[in-house]
């Protein structure tokens, strides 16, 4: 090999190795336990549950446009909606009917352009979605933080101190 090839070689590898590693860095990074301390959101899906749902939303590139566990990928920039704690929101079943939903805007309109709206899951097999409903109908928001996020929504808009 000439040194330049070797130097592109080593770029190259740089890289890969570098894309690998984040890759890495997102899966290790999602925790699956519940109550991680300072992280108001937490899964009450058991181990296995967690990490095979996990694995169908790596596959199916949810991360591309939705953050999970506050990971997202860093590259796509759509304003979907953050999918952490919405199990304190709606049930298992409306999330089954969602992914099934062969037009989801029919049941979650959007006003984003076609490219950046939520895709229909319904080709999946009934398992994966039934799987994808129960992990996120078990992502659950600890209670005090919506009041904390609201508080400080309130204050920064106004400037005034909020009074529930
Ligand atoms: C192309 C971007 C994109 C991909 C990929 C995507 N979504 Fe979405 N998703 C959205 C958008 C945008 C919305 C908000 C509704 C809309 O605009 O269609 C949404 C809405 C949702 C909602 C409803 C949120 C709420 O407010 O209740 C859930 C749940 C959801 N997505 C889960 C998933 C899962 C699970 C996957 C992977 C299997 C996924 N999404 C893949 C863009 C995406």
Not at 7 to 30: P, Y
Not at 71 to 99: H, K
């Amino acid at each position: 090999m000439k040194r330049g090839e070797k130097v592109i070689f080593g770029a190259i590898a740089a890289v890969v190795l570098g894309l690998m590693g984040r890759n890495l860095w997102h899966i290790e990074s999602d925790p699956v336990r519940q109550g991680d301390q300072g992280i108001p959101f937490y899964t009450t899906a058991s181990a296995d549950v967690s990490r095979r749902a996990l694995q169908l939303i790596h596959q199916q590139g949810c991360k591309q446009c939705h953050s999970l566990w506050t990971v997202r990928d860093m590259t796509q920039n759509v304003p979907a909606p953050i999918l952490d704690g919405l199990g304190s929101v709606r049930a298992e079943e409306w999330f089954y009917q969602y992914f099934s939903a062969p037009d989801p805007q029919s049941i979650l309109p959007s006003r984003l352009k076609k490219q950046y709206r939520m895709p229909s899951y319904a080709g999946l097999p009934e398992q994966d979605r039934r799987l994808l409903a129960s992990y996120m109908a078990s992502l659950k928001v600890k209670d005090w933080y919506l009041p904390e996020t609201r508080k400080a929504e309130y204050e920064k808009l106004t400037g005034k101190t909020y009074q529930p």
